[in-house]
C-alpha cells in the first residue's frame, strides 16, 4: 500500500502526541528511591544537630527502603555543605540537613553566598525545635538567677567572653540577640562547632554559653554547669526548673523566642512527588513514639510540616534573623 510523505508526518504528530500526555504522568510518579540517599552534614560529627541526624538516620532507611548515608562536610557555618547541595542534581538522592542558621541567618550574614538560601532549595522536611539555655560556669561568674547575671556583666563591660559553635551559628545570634536587647557588652569567642565550645565553658575557658538543651544536658546533670534561662516562649519539660528568658520580666526580655530548627532541603528542580514522599516518611519517622519520647527527653520538640508550610517558616526564620543581625550589627563578609 503507498503511503504519502504527508501521511507519515501525520503519524508521527499523533504519536508525539500522545507521548506528550503520557510523559508528565509517568514523571509525576517517580519510582524513588532506587539507591543510597545521602544527608549532606554541614557541622561537625558530635555537634547537636549531627547527633539529631542520626537519631533519624536507621527509621528514615527503614521509611525508604534505602539506606540513608550521612556525609560531612563542615565549615564556614554550614555554607560549604549548602553550596554542594545547592548544586547537586535535583534527584533526591542527595539532600541538605540544613538548620536555623544554615537557611535563615547566614543570609543575612554572608552577603556574598554562592546561592540563595531560599530560592536555590526546596524545604522538604522540619525535624525538630530546638531550645537554647543559657549555661554558665559557675566558677568563672557566680550568679543563680539571669537577673543577676545581668547586672554583673552589666557592671564588668567588656570582661566577659560567652563561647559559640561559629560566626553566625544559632548559638551566636542568640546571645547576639540577648544582648543586644539587654544592652550587654561581652566578647564573642566561636569555636568550631558544639562540643569544643561547650567543652570551653566547662574548662572555664569561657564564661558561658547559649547552646543546645540536648548538648548542655549531661554537664548539667554532673553539676559543672548552671543553667539561667532557656530561650524558647515555653518551659522545657527536660529542664521544668529552668524559667524561660521571657519571664525573667528584665527589660528587653518580653517575647523573647530565639529557638532554632532542624530540617530537610533538596536542591530546586527536586520533583514534587520525591518531596512529598520524603515529607511522609519523616512525618512517619517522628510520629513514632520511641523517637518523639527520646526527643522531648533531650530538651527538643517534634516539628511537623508539610513542604508548603516548611518553606513558610524558612521564609519567616529568614526575615528575622535578617532582623536580628542589622539590630546587633553583625557581619561576616
Not at 519510582?31 to 536507621?58: C, H, K, N, Y
Not at 566578647?187 to 561547650?198: C, R
Not at 512527588?273 to 520511641?290: F, G, H, M, S
Request: a positive charge; hydrophobic letters at 40%; proline letters at 7%.
Amino acid at each position: 500500500m503507498f503511503h504519502s510523505p504527508f501521511s507519515r508526518i501525520a503519524r508521527r504528530a499523533l504519536l508525539l502526541a500522545a507521548a506528550s500526555l503520557v510523559a508528565p504522568a509517568a514523571f509525576s510518579q517517580p519510582d524513588w528511591p532506587q539507591q543510597p540517599v545521602t544527608l549532606i552534614m554541614g557541622f561537625p560529627a558530635g555537634s547537636g544537630v549531627d547527633v539529631v541526624a542520626r537519631v533519624i538516620q536507621e527509621p528514615l532507611s527503614k521509611q525508604l527502603g534505602k539506606p540513608v548515608v550521612i556525609d560531612y562536610k563542615s565549615g564556614a557555618a554550614g555554607n560549604i555543605a549548602s553550596e554542594y547541595v545547592a548544586h547537586a542534581r535535583p534527584d533526591g538522592y542527595t539532600l541538605s540537613f540544613g538548620t536555623a542558621a544554615t537557611h535563615g541567618s547566614n543570609a543575612a550574614l554572608y552577603k556574598k553566598l554562592p546561592f540563595d538560601v531560599e530560592a536555590d532549595f526546596v524545604p522538604v522536611a522540619p525535624v525538630l525545635d530546638v531550645s537554647n539555655v543559657l549555661t554558665i560556669n559557675p566558677d568563672v561568674i557566680n550568679v543563680r538567677t539571669l537577673k543577676e547575671f545581668v547586672e554583673l556583666v552589666k557592671a564588668n563591660p567588656g570582661k566577659y567572653n560567652y563561647a559559640s559553635t561559629g560566626n553566625g551559628a544559632g548559638t551566636h545570634m542568640a546571645f547576639a540577640e540577648f544582648n543586644s536587647r539587654l544592652g550587654l557588652n561581652m566578647v564573642h569567642v566561636p569555636y568550631k562547632g558544639g562540643p569544643e565550645a561547650i567543652t570551653s565553658v566547662v574548662r572555664g575557658e569561657t564564661c558561658c554559653i547559649m547552646n543546645q538543651v540536648q548538648t548542655v544536658l549531661p554537664h548539667y546533670k554532673a553539676g559543672k554547669v548552671r543553667l539561667l534561662g532557656v530561650t524558647t516562649a515555653a518551659a522545657v519539660p527536660a529542664v521544668k526548673e529552668v524559667p524561660t528568658i521571657a519571664s525573667s520580666g528584665l527589660p528587653g526580655t518580653k517575647g523573647f523566642d530565639s529557638s532554632i530548627w532542624f530540617g530537610i532541603f533538596a536542591p530546586k528542580g527536586t520533583d514534587p512527588q520525591i518531596v512529598d514522599k520524603l515529607n511522609a516518611a519523616v512525618k512517619a519517622v517522628l510520629e513514632t513514639p520511641e523517637i518523639r519520647e527520646r526527643f522531648e527527653s533531650q530538651g527538643n520538640t517534634v516539628r511537623i510540616e508539610s513542604p508548603a508550610q516548611f518553606r513558610k517558616t524558612v521564609h519567616d526564620n529568614r526575615v528575622k534573623w535578617a532582623e536580628v543581625a542589622k539590630a546587633a550589627n553583625i557581619s561576616i563578609d
